[in-house]
């Protein structure tokens, strides 16, 4: 059964750069066959996807447009988890930031199966 | 704005049946699958429907999804008030290259 485990700071301030960590456990974030994403919910944008990170013989990140000059998510194969950093961060980034696995055959015919648990990160002097 | 659009709330009685619609374009439903999620508060979101139409071990089968063209629609019957949640539709967009969700639909069991 794989599992999801976030960390991180809650609170970051206007400005500076927001870091999360997902531990997986069951899986591994260099397999072939999933993509390891982070995606976040607010009451104002509800779920928005961020970016994700897989290993198809190297390494691929993929990245939304609307976060794409400011993100970094990145594999640590020798702790099988991956991160997010988030720099610059403004209120508008306070939400709920969750990793999940995105599985399947491709060709738009994936899913996103399990999820963690969720870090409310709020952006706040 | 959401890319996908969703109605904001649905509510029925316990025992009743609701659908949750989803639509879209040509870009992300209709030529990709959906799949549905439940997002309770305090709690990790759970996959309910893949493949448009296909629930996952353990979700029981009182959760339906179909597609028709650029529109997906989840049914949910045997209300419960364990089901008062936010439910999600997503896909993915080739035009965009992104995955994008609907704006969430509040159910309300009375």
């Known amino acids: 059964q794989v599992q999801l485990q976030q960390s991180g700071l809650g609170l970051v301030k206007p400005s500076q750069t927001l870091s999360l960590t997902c531990a997986i456990s069951g899986d591994s974030v260099s397999t072939n066959s999933a993509a390891w994403n982070w995606i976040r919910q607010s009451p104002s944008r509800g779920l928005e996807w961020l970016g994700r990170t897989y290993y198809r013989s190297k390494w691929y990140n993929e990245y939304a447009v609307s976060v794409k000059s400011r993100i970094m998510i990145n594999p640590d194969t020798s702790k099988n988890q991956f991160s997010l950093q988030l720099n610059s961060v403004t209120p508008e980034d306070t939400a709920v930031y969750y990793c999940?696995?995105?599985?399947?055959?491709?060709?738009?015919?994936?899913?996103?199966?399990?999820w963690g648990q969720g870090t409310l990160v709020t952006v706040s002097s | 704005q959401s890319v996908l659009t969703q109605p904001p709330s649905v509510s029925a009685a316990p025992g009743q049946k609701v659908t949750i619609s989803c639509s879209g374009s040509s870009s992300n439903i209709g030529n990709s699958f959906v799949s549905w999620y439940q997002l309770l508060p305090g709690t990790a979101p759970k996959l309910l429907i893949y493949d448009n139409n296909k629930r996952p071990s353990g979700i029981p089968d009182r959760f339906s999804g179909s597609k028709s063209g650029t529109s997906a629609t989840l049914g949910i019957t045997g209300l419960q008030t364990g089901d008062e949640a936010e439910y999600y539709c997503g896909t993915w967009d080739s035009s965009l290259s992104a995955w994008v969700f609907g704006g969430g639909t509040k159910l309300t069991v009375l």
């Open positions: 999940t696995r995105e599985i399947g055959p491709g060709n738009g015919r994936n899913w996103f199966d399990p």
